[in-house]
């Protein structure tokens, strides 16, 4: 089974930006989907971000169009997202996560692979 480990977490004033890693422990060749999901203190896990294995088709939570951007190293088996104009509402735990399927989704529960977060707290 592979592993999903996230890093790049951290403390960032309003306005600022983080880059988030996740690299996989294993290298899986076929279609596969990276998404990024994030759950604030209270509130239920959602999607941020996705991206396919071929990094062609990428797919955004609307709350995060324009200021996030996933892409993926493929040689380095790791994906990130880089977070830009970050807002107190950004604030989260955030996590990496893989489906074994060639589209992407925005459900959590289509997700088998799951890491253990990167904490992201943005100051006003």
């Known amino acids: 089974q592979v592993q999903l480990v996230e890093s790049g977490g951290g403390l960032v004033q309003a306005g600022g930006s983080l880059r988030l890693s996740c690299a996989a422990s294993?290298?899986?060749?076929?279609?596969?989907?990276m998404g990024w999901f994030r759950q604030a203190p209270g509130k239920e896990r959602e999607f941020v971000a996705a991206i396919s294995w071929s990094g062609s088709n990428t797919d955004y939570a609307d709350f995060v169009k324009g200021r996030f951007t996933i892409s993926r190293d493929k040689a380095k088996n790791t994906v990130y997202l880089q977070m830009n104009s970050l807002k107190p509402e950004d604030t989260a735990v955030y996590y990496c996560?893989?489906?074994?399927?060639?589209?992407?989704?925005?459900?959590?529960?289509?997700?088998?692979?799951w890491g253990k977060g990167t904490v992201v707290t943005v100051s006003s």
């Open positions: 996560a893989r489906r074994y399927y060639s589209d992407t989704s925005l459900q959590p529960g289509e997700y088998a692979v």
């Open positions: 294993a290298r899986t060749f076929g279609n596969h989907v």
